[in-house]
Structures are given as structure tokens and as C-alpha cells.
């Protein structure tokens, strides 16, 4: 059997080897969805696969909606072409249950897959088409916290920010920029309201969202390239909203265990590809059960029923809240302290970390003891039994074969929220920056992880980040086992708040940071040594 839209028919072979099917007419959708699109979607990777796409798959399942989603990548032509082009935009997705089970559906919700480049001139002219089309309701994203950024380590613009800027719409190529030259098409097409939502993991994502569409849009004004009245468009929340969301649900790239199942069950050609800009995906995708989307509702030209999907509907506070809750305490701030020594301490599974005892003091610390004293209740989930939940059920789940390595990609593009609102926080709240253990541990342990060297001493393979050679570059002259080599390197990264968020040094917190990392240059275990120190 392979994933292809006529190998649907084939009902009986599914079900035998225990695959959900849509229960829609695939084509009939696709159809409808091209006349009158309702939903784009940028960033058709592995969470919107198994979590976005299949919620409008449940909503298309019992007849509350009649069209599907149209996925656009800004970034990688190869997932477009080979892995949504190459099964006719199916998604084989597996969930993986604490007990060892999984659960298999082919997700067909997606109903075309575009690149959204203006070089690619057939798929770019579909998706202006798309952007004018008054039916659009909402153009929702899943790109990654860099994808927002228009500004390096030094807060100048990217190159390819200052070429778009310079250069205008027509020749856009940041993902911002080009969203931003859509919106305008749908501007001079009559101007329909819009909802334009984020649902990556960063703190008010929303404004995150606007605040870069809007700079880009006000540069291309005073260039010249778009109207005043179109900037008021964009500014006007009646025309173009920017919601708050919160999304939860951890996606680790495609496990050979899930491949192998599915080969043995009789599916053929899922096997996996690294494109050639670095991005890993398969045929199927794999993820854990526990799942989270928390949405402002403001939507100018309508939308899908979420909520009957299990979407959390709500005020943008209640958003806030409950966002902060996850990405800067209960979740994200655990996983990036995991990531950084589970890839210093030689282990290769988020879920065998959590058998490390210092590992577990350490997140255990990091969320219960530092983190949960500066939570506001989102009352719509309890952020001790989420907590619970994140550290009992979910990290050492042994199904999910997520990897330190992995989380650890990007890590200076997080770590100003995962840890730096916190911090934020605990300055705001008059707390006593010394409780903190757990926290200048994490970061201590990202600068002790830049250096490339692991804690047995063994050359260390660093994740991708664009920042990284920035950030190595500062520390280049710091040699592990020889921490006479340390003369306050840190101190430029410590101290710059487009990486923190605020300034560590001036805070008073880099101090400690440092000696922590100080320690961690001792030698061979000298980090696991640090850990078993300050968490005793």
C-alpha cells in the first residue's frame, strides 16, 4: 500500500493494519477549498501535520466544515515537493501513547501545498489568488521563533531583511516580508478583513507577529513601495488581527521504529529525507497524545469551529496566561535545560535523561521550586497539574524518541523567553535573584555547551542556530579543562538583552552564571560535578 489519494479506496487494507481514514470526500473538498479558500497555513512541518491539519480534519469528519487547509512554505521547496507532493498532500500520522500503543490516521485536510516564493512564480500567482479571495478567513503560522526575527545578534537587520526592504514587494524573500507582500495584494484586491495568527512558541506571539509585518510594512511605506492608507489596514484591528495563541504538543522527528512498523504492516516508501537545507521529514510524522491549543478569539471575516475540535477559545489574557505558563515555566524552559546537558552528559533521548537523578533535580528545581512561584493561573488549565503531567507522563514517556540534539536547535532564539521572562519576573516582583539555582545553571550550561566539547571531553556536534558562529566566535578563546582561559568572555552575551531579554549583568545575575560555567571548565565531569554541587 502506498500513501496516495487512490489508495484510499482501499478501506479494507487500512483498517486491517489499524489506520484511521478521512472520513470526507477528499476530492470534493479540495475542490470546494480552491474555489472559496477559507485557511493557508506557513510552516507545513511536523506540528501542523499532527496537530493543526488534524484538527480540521476532526471538524471535516463530522460535517462542521466543508474545505481544508492550504499549507505554504517559505523556507524549504523540498518538503512541498517531495513530501506533500510526493503522497498527494497525505500525512500518515502516528500517535505514541505512554504505554507503548499507537494510534495511526492518514490526515488528508491538507488540500494543496505551495511554495510561497516569488520564484517560484505558478505556486507564488495561486497563493496571491488565494490572499485575494474574500473567503480567506485566517493565515496562521508554525515557523519557529527565528522565522519571526528581522534583526541579528547586534540588532541591525539581516542582509536578507535590508535586500527586501531595499528592493520592495514584488522581490520579497523573508518569510515576513513575503506575508507582508501578500497582505498588500489583498489590500488593492478590496481589502477583506483577515485573521493572521501565529502559533509558534514565543511570548506574545501575536504582537511578535504584528510588530514584524508592520516594520517591514512601514519601511516599504517610506520607500515609497505601499500606500498610507494601506499601512492603516494593517493597523486597524477590524481589518487585520493578530491573535494571541498557545500551542503544546511535542513533535521529535521520525523515529525508525515507527518506520520500521509501518513497512512491516505492508506501507510502502516512508522513508525519511534530510533536504538539502537541513530539514529532516518523512511520509508519516509521530508525536505524543497530550495536546494544547489556546486561540484569542478575534476573528474579523469569521472561522472554523475550533472549539468543537478542542481548541481553547478565549480572551487574550487568558492566552497570555496560559502561554506564559507553558513557554516560560511548565514546559519549554525544562526542555531547553534537558537539551543543553543531556547533549553535554552523552545522551541521545529526552526520556533517559529523565532517569538521571541530577537531571530531574535539576527541571523539578527549574519549573516547581523557580518557576511556579511567578505563574498566573490561566484558570482554563492548572498549571501544577500540567507541571505534573510535563514531568510524570510526558518527558519520560519511552515511546517518543525525541532527541536532546534536536531540542537544542535555535536555542539563542529561545532562551530570551524560556528563561528570560522569569527573570523578568522575579526583577519585577522584587524576588531575590540568588534563590535562583536552577536558572543560571541552564544558561550556564548553554555558554558550557557553545564550546563544542562534552563533559568526558570529546568534540561535540552543535545544532544548528543562526546565531551559533556569532556566539562561538566569543568564546573561541575559552578551553575546556582549563579555566584559566576564562576572562569574562560571557560578559557580551550575558549583558546583550536581544538574547536575554534584558541584561544579566547590570541584573546582577551574570555573576553567578559565571562561576557556574567557571566550574564546568574544570575537566572531564566537571559539569556533571557542577550539577550534583548546586542541586544537592
Not at 531583511?161 to 522581490?171: E, F, M, R, S
Not at 469569521?302 to 513557554?327: F, H, I, Q, S, W
Amino acid at each position: 500500500m502506498k500513501l496516495t489519494l487512490e489508495s484510499l479506496q482501499n478501506k479494507a487494507a487500512w483498517e486491517k493494519i489499524g489506520v484511521r481514514l478521512p472520513r470526507y470526500d477528499v476530492d470534493a473538498m479540495r475542490k470546494r477549498t480552491h474555489r472559496a479558500p477559507v485557511w493557508v497555513h506557513f510552516g507545513a512541518g511536523n506540528i501542523f501535520r499532527a496537530f493543526t491539519a488534524a484538527l480540521q480534519q476532526r471538524l471535516l469528519d463530522e460535517g462542521l466544515v466543508d474545505r481544508g487547509i492550504i499549507a505554504a512554505d517559505t523556507f524549504d521547496v523540498d518538503n512541498i515537493r517531495l513530501i506533500y507532493g510526493g503522497y498527494d498532500n497525505l500525512t500518515m500520522s502516528v500517535t505514541l501513547n505512554p504505554d507503548g500503543t499507537t494510534d495511526r490516521e492518514i490526515i488528508g485536510s491538507v488540500s494543496e501545498a505551495l511554495v510561497a516564493k516569488p520564484s517560484e512564480e505558478k505556486d507564488f500567482a495561486r497563493l496571491v489568488e488565494i490572499f485575494e479571495s474574500p473567503s480567506l478567513q485566517m493565515v496562521s503560522f508554525t515557523i519557529t521563533e527565528k522565522g519571526y526575527a528581522l534583526r541579528d545578534l547586534t540588532g541591525e537587520y539581516s542582509a536578507v531583511v535590508k535586500a527586501d526592504l531595499a528592493a520592495g514587494p514584488d522581490k520579497a524573500q523573508h518569510a515576513m516580508s513575503i506575508v507582508t507582500a501578500l497582505l498588500y495584494r489583498r489590500y488593492l484586491a478590496g481589502g477583506t478583513p483577515l485573521a493572521v495568527v501565529s502559533m509558534d512558541n514565543c511570548s506574545h506571539n501575536g504582537e511578535t507577529l504584528r510588530k514584524s509585518i508592520v516594520e517591514i510594512a512601514t519601511a516599504w511605506n517610506k520607500s515609497g513601495f505601499v500606500s498610507d492608507s494601506f499601512l492603516s489596514w494593517l493597523c486597524a484591528e477590524n481589518c487585520v488581527s493578530f491573535p494571541w495563541t498557545m500551542i503544546d504538543k511535542i513533535t521529535p522527528r521520525p523515529a525508525a521504529s515507527v518506520q520500521d512498523a509501518l513497512i512491516a504492516d505492508g506501507v510502502e516508501d516512508m522513508e525519511p529525507v534530510k533536504t538539502p537545507r537541513g530539514t529532516f521529514l518523512a511520509p508519516f510524522v509521530n508525536a505524543e497524545r497530550p495536546q494544547y491549543l489556546v486561540i484569542e478569539d478575534r476573528f474579523p471575516n469569521g472561522r472554523p469551529p475550533l472549539e468543537r475540535a478542542g481548541v481553547y477559545m478565549t480572551d487574550r489574557d487568558t492566552v497570555n496566561n496560559t502561554e506564559r505558563m507553558k513557554v516560560t515555566t511548565c514546559l519549554n524552559p525544562l526542555h531547553t535545560a534537558l537539551a543543553v546537558y543531556g547533549c553535554l552528559l552523552g545522551y541521545t533521548r529526552i526520556c533517559e535523561e529523565m532517569k538521571d537523578e541530577e537531571l530531574t533535580r535539576l527541571v523539578r528545581r527549574l519549573g516547581y521550586v523557580e518557576g511556579l512561584p511567578v505563574v498566573t493561573d490561566p484558570k482554563i488549565l492548572s498549571p501544577k497539574a500540567f507541571l505534573d503531567e510535563v514531568i510524570e507522563q510526558r518527558l519520560p514517556n519511552p515511546f517518543m524518541p525525541d532527541a536532546p540534539q534536536r531540542i537544542a536547535t535555535d536555542t539563542s532564539q529561545k532562551v530570551g523567553i524560556r528563561f528570560g521572562e522569569t527573570i523578568k519576573s522575579y526583577v519585577a516582583a522584587g524576588r531575590e535573584l540568588d534563590s535562583l539555582v536552577a536558572l543560571p545553571l541552564a544558561i550556564a550550561g548553554w555558554m558550557r555547551y557553545l564550546l563544542g566539547v562534552d563533559d568526558a571531553g570529546n568534540p561535540m556536534e552543535i545544532s544548528d542556530d543562526p546565531m551559533k558562529d556569532e556566539l562561538r566566535g566569543k568564546l573561541a578563546d575559552i578551553v575546556p579543562g582549563r579555566p584559566e582561559t576564562y576572562a569574562g568572555q560571557l560578559r557580551g552575551i550575558l549583558s546583550n538583552p536581544v538574547v536575554f531579554g534584558s541584561d544579566l549583568c547590570a541584573i546582577g545575575l551574570a555573576d553567578r552564571i559565571e562561576a557556574m560555567f567557571v566550574e564546568e571548565l574544570a575537566g572531564p565531569g566537571a559539569v556533571r560535578a557542577t550539577l550534583k554541587k548546586h542541586l544537592a
